[in-house]
Each structure stands twice: as C-alpha cells, then as structure tokens.
C-alpha cells in the first residue's frame, strides 16, 4: 500500500490514527487519568457489589473525543463471567459517571464505555 505522497509508504500513525496517543491533546489526556484514578477509587471501595471491587482499571482513553471514554478493566477472579460482569457495570454506570462529575470540572460528565477484559490464570 503506499499513499499519494512521493511514493513512500503510509506511517503507522496513518494506517491507524486511533492508536495516535500524539493526537490526544493534553487536557484529555490529563481527563483521562483523573477519571481512572477516580474510578479506580470508586470500583476498590466505595461500590457495594463485590464483583466490581474485583475489577482493576487497567487504562481510560478518549472514544473517539473526551465526550466519551473508554474504560478498560481486568478481571482477574474467575468467579464472575464477562457478561455477569457487564451487567453489573451497566445497572452501577450511573453512580460511577456520577462519581466522575463530582471530581472533574467540566460542563457535562464524559459517557463511560466499558471493556471488561477477563484474565485467564495459566496453568504451570
């Protein structure tokens, strides 16, 4: 594949500019951090459920803008399934984005996008 400029080959920042992290300017990338260790605090101690305690927020990123953040967790306790997990995020999502609009100093609360990523112990 080469693109229309000289001949040369597209960069990678070209071929897929949504893993730029250039592109993400500072003040999202200083929103993103603070809803994950808002978040972080929320889901380790404040929320009742025990599965979402079990969760650790692995990274937050704009979706594709600062309107929207995607929220990935690790779930590393086989105790739960990812969509018992989802489920429990969707009915606790409007506590935690609250939880978010109290710390950050925003207009309006970015919506929450969450990616559960359940980690498989491997065998020795």
Do not use: H, I
């Not at 929207?68 to 590393?76: F, I, N, P, T, Y």
Request: aromatic share 4%.
């Amino acid at each position: 594949m080469r693109s229309d400029r000289g001949g040369r080959p597209p960069s990678r920042d070209e071929l897929y500019p949504e893993f730029s992290e250039a592109r993400v300017d500072p003040k999202t990338r200083q929103l993103c951090k603070q809803v994950q260790r808002v978040l972080a605090s929320g889901l380790s101690g404040e929320v009742a459920d025990e599965a979402l305690q079990s969760l650790l927020v692995d990274g937050v990123e704009p979706a594709p803008s600062a309107s929207r953040l995607r929220v990935v967790l690790l779930a590393s306790s086989s105790t739960w399934t990812e969509s018992e997990l989802r489920e429990r995020l969707e009915r606790a999502q409007g506590w935690l984005r609250a939880q978010v609009a109290q710390a950050v100093n925003r207009k309006r609360a970015p919506e929450l996008a969450f990616e559960v990523v359940c980690l498989s112990e491997s065998a020795p």
